[in-house]
């Protein structure tokens, strides 16, 4: 999502419900995911202190460590959906 721009904590929570259907129970996961990314270096963040949103909110964005991650990552997915889509061709082969 990141990917798309800078996002806030909270928006960041809003699209994962929006986009790909996944439930935030418990925030605290997700801003502990946010400091792990930023302690690896793969995303950074600044505070956005615009008065006309309230309280200065942390917005994170992704760096160029972390394209090159999403990158490889997004690689292995496609190489694990081939290996499945085999896998389900076989299947359907027998079935």
Do not use: C, M
């Amino acid at each position: 999502l990141l990917e798309n721009g800078p996002l806030h904590g909270y928006a960041l929570i809003e699209k994962l419900s929006e986009t790909f259907s996944i439930s935030v129970n418990n925030p605290n996961q997700v801003y502990r995911a946010l400091r792990s990314l930023e302690g690896l270096g793969a995303i950074g963040s600044s505070w956005d202190d615009d008065e006309s949103q309230g309280p200065p909110r942390r917005v994170y964005q992704l760096t160029d460590d972390g394209r090159e991650l999403l990158d490889f990552q997004i690689k292995d997915l496609q190489e694990t959906r081939s290996v499945l889509n085999r896998v389900l061709e076989a299947h359907e082969k027998t079935a």
